[in-house]
C-alpha cells in the first residue's frame, strides 16, 4: 500500500451537522510548541520550560467546480461561518474537531480555472475545553497551573518594567533586594525544617543575590528564578498552617502598604510590578503548600482553602487599587493563570476534605487519663498518640490526667 493508497476523502462537518466534501491542492500542517527559555548567568546551558504543544493548524485550498460550483462554495462559506466546533476530515492528516481560524477568502476562477472556486480556510484544532488537562490526578492539574503561572507571571514582569536607564535599573535593584530580603526573613525558618528544601532555598537566593546587578537587566530570567526561591519552602514538610501563615504574612506586609504614586512615573510602575510579582507568588506559594500537604481532617483542608481564597482576595483588592492609581491597564495574563491555580487548589482541598475525619468535641463528665480516652475514641492508642496530643494542645499535667470538665477534640 503506497501514500495514495492511504489518503481519505476531504469532508468539513459543520457544528450543524451539514457534511461538505471538496477537492483541495497542495497541503500542510504546523503547530507551536508552548516554551520559555531561561538562561542563568551563574551557570552554562539554557532552562526550557515545556508547557506542551498548542492544536495543530491545518490550511486548506478547498476547491469547488462544475455546473453548480456557484451554489456548493456559497453553502461552503455559509457552513464555515457557523459557531462552535467542527471536525475535519483531512485528506492525509486525519479527522480532527476544529474551528475555522481567521480571515476565510473565496476566489472565483471565471476564465482561468474552468469556472472553479477556491474558499482559502485556516482549521485550527480545538480540544472543546476551556481549561484542558492531560492529567486525572486533581494535585497534578494544580501543579501544571502553578508551572503555567510562573512563565506568564515573568513574561509580564518582562513586559511591564521600565528599565531603559541606569536611574530606572538601580531603582528596580534596591526595591527588588529589599523583596528578597523580606523572602529570606519570612520563609527560610520554613525552608530549614527540610534538608534538600533548605539546600534548594539557600543555593538559588545566592544565585539570585550574586548576579543580581546581572539580572537586573534580564526580568525574565530574574522573575523566574525569584518565583523558584518563593515556591521552595511550600515543598517542606512542616505544619500547613505555618507555611500559609507565613506566606500569608508575606503577602500582607505587601497588600499593608499605601497605593502607588498617581501618574506614569516609571520608578513607581516598577516597584509595583515587582511587588506584584512577589505577592502573587506568595500565593502560589500556599497553593503548592496544600498540594504538597497531607491533611488528615476535614477541617483542616477546608481551613486552607479559606486561607489560600483570603490571600487571593487580598490580593486582588491590593492590585486594582494600584492599577487604578498608575493609570495602567492589567493585561491580565499572570493574574489568569494564578487565578485557575487558586481555583483548582481550592476545589482540590474540598473534594478530599469529603474523604477526612470530621471533628467531634466533648466534654469529660470526670477525670480520665490520655491513654484510656484515646483507646475509647480511637480503638487504637500509639498511631493516635501524637495526633490527639496535638489536637487538643497538651501540655504539662494534662498530659498525664485529663481533668474532669476539659473539652475534648477528636476525628471520626
Request: charged share 20%.
Amino acid at each position: 500500500m503506497s501514500w495514495i493508497d492511504r489518503l481519505i476523502e476531504a469532508a468539513y462537518t459543520s457544528p450543524s451537522g451539514t457534511r461538505t466534501t471538496f477537492t483541495y491542492e497542495d497541503v500542510a500542517q504546523s503547530f507551536d510548541k508552548k516554551t520559555t527559555a531561561f538562561e542563568f548567568p551563574d551557570a552554562d546551558g539554557t532552562y526550557i520550560q515545556d508547557q506542551g504543544a498548542s492544536g495543530r493548524k491545518l490550511p486548506l485550498q478547498c476547491i469547488f467546480h462544475g455546473d453548480d460550483y456557484d451554489l456548493e462554495a456559497n453553502a461552503f462559506l455559509d457552513i464555515l461561518a457557523e459557531r462552535g466546533t467542527g471536525r475535519l476530515e483531512h485528506p492525509i492528516y486525519g479527522i480532527r474537531d476544529v474551528i475555522p481560524f481567521g480571515p476565510v477568502s473565496r476566489s472565483d476562477r471565471l476564465k482561468s480555472g474552468g469556472n472553479q472556486a477556491v474558499i482559502s480556510v485556516l482549521f485550527w484544532e480545538t480540544t472543546g475545553v476551556v481549561y484542558p488537562s492531560s492529567q486525572a490526578d486533581p494535585s497534578s492539574q494544580v501543579i501544571t497551573a502553578v508551572d503555567e503561572y510562573n512563565a506568564s507571571a515573568a513574561a509580564a514582569f518582562e513586559n511591564q518594567t521600565s528599565l531603559d536607564s541606569t536611574v530606572e535599573k538601580a531603582s528596580l535593584q534596591g526595591s527588588y533586594q529589599l523583596l528578597l530580603d523580606s523572602v529570606d526573613a519570612g520563609l527560610k525558618d520554613i525552608a530549614a525544617t527540610q534538608e534538600d528544601v533548605e539546600s534548594q532555598f539557600n543555593a538559588v537566593k545566592d544565585s539570585i543575590n550574586n548576579s543580581i546587578d546581572i539580572l537586573i537587566s534580564q526580568p525574565l530570567t530574574l522573575a523566574f528564578q525569584s518565583n523558584i526561591l518563593m515556591q521552595a519552602p511550600s515543598r517542606a514538610q512542616t505544619s500547613i498552617t505555618a507555611r500559609l501563615d507565613a506566606y500569608g504574612n508575606l503577602l500582607n506586609i505587601i497588600t499593608a502598604q499605601a497605593d502607588a504614586s498617581p501618574g506614569l512615573d516609571s520608578e513607581s510602575s516598577n516597584k509595583f510590578h515587582s511587588d506584584d510579582l512577589f505577592g502573587s507568588t506568595y500565593i502560589s506559594g500556599s497553593v503548592l503548600s496544600a498540594v504538597n500537604n497531607q491533611f488528615q481532617t476535614k477541617s483542616e483542608a477546608l481551613g486552607a482553602a479559606d486561607a489560600i481564597l483570603s490571600q487571593m482576595d487580598n490580593l486582588i483588592v491590593w492590585r486594582d487599587a494600584n492599577y487604578a492609581s498608575l493609570g495602567e491597564v492589567d493585561t491580565g495574563e499572570a493574574y489568569q493563570q494564578l487565578l485557575e491555580a487558586v481555583g483548582l487548589a481550592a476545589g482540590f482541598l474540598v473534594e478530599i476534605s469529603f474523604t477526612l475525619k470530621q471533628e467531634r468535641i466533648i466534654t469529660l463528665d470526670r477525670s480520665r487519663t490520655v491513654i484510656d480516652l484515646i483507646a475509647e475514641l480511637y480503638g487504637v492508642v500509639d498511631s493516635e498518640l501524637d495526633f490527639f496530643i496535638n489536637s487538643n494542645n497538651l501540655s504539662g499535667s494534662e498530659i498525664l490526667e485529663l481533668p474532669e470538665g476539659r473539652e475534648i477534640l477528636y476525628y471520626v
